[in-house]
């Protein structure tokens, strides 16, 4: 079955700035662990946001590239949906912009659900996926801070 993971943050960033830098998916190679190559290969004709990525994501011998389908609606949400791979029976990402009661912070939401199609990477996957996800989310908090 599915592991499912959310982390939540208050940043001092307007929501604009925090969607733009979620939404960015070419850059998620220069700071997201892990991503080694990051391309958007489809956008959306009318509002030029990114409908379709692949992503190559690497650690110590083991590499993998995998294809998402994206939908990103400004300034409220990024979803990302992989497509059928056979590492993966479910790899989903939802980041919620949330505008927070005090003007001066965005509420982030991430919530992270995936399925290894081999069992025992599940298993394994369990032990450090709280970590990644924190990793993760630290990422983007850091990268948003830059801008």
């Known amino acids: 079955s599915a592991q499912t ?14 969607y733009s830098v979620i939404s960015d998916v070419d850059s998620y190679c220069k700071f997201v662990p892990y991503c080694v190559e990051s391309t958007v290969i489809h956008r959306d004709s009318r509002t030029n946001q990114p409908i379709k990525a692949t992503l190559r994501v690497g650690w110590k011998a083991f590499e ?11 300034p409220h ?25 005090d003007q001066s912070l965005t509420r982030v939401v991430m919530d992270l659900k995936f399925a ?32």
């Open 5 to 18: 993971y959310s982390l939540s943050r208050n940043l001092p960033y307007p929501p604009s700035l925090v």
């Open 64 to 74: 993998e590239s995998f294809e998402s389908q994206l939908k990103c609606e400004e």
């Open 77 to 101: 949400s990024v979803i990302a949906q992989s497509c059928k791979h056979s590492l993966f029976k479910l790899l989903y990402t939802r980041w919620r912009i949330i505008p927070h009661a």
């Open 116 to 147: 290894f199609a081999n069992p025992l990477y599940n298993t394994v996957s369990a032990t450090f996926a709280p970590t990644v996800t924190k990793i993760m989310i630290e990422a983007f908090e850091q990268r948003i801070a830059e801008m």
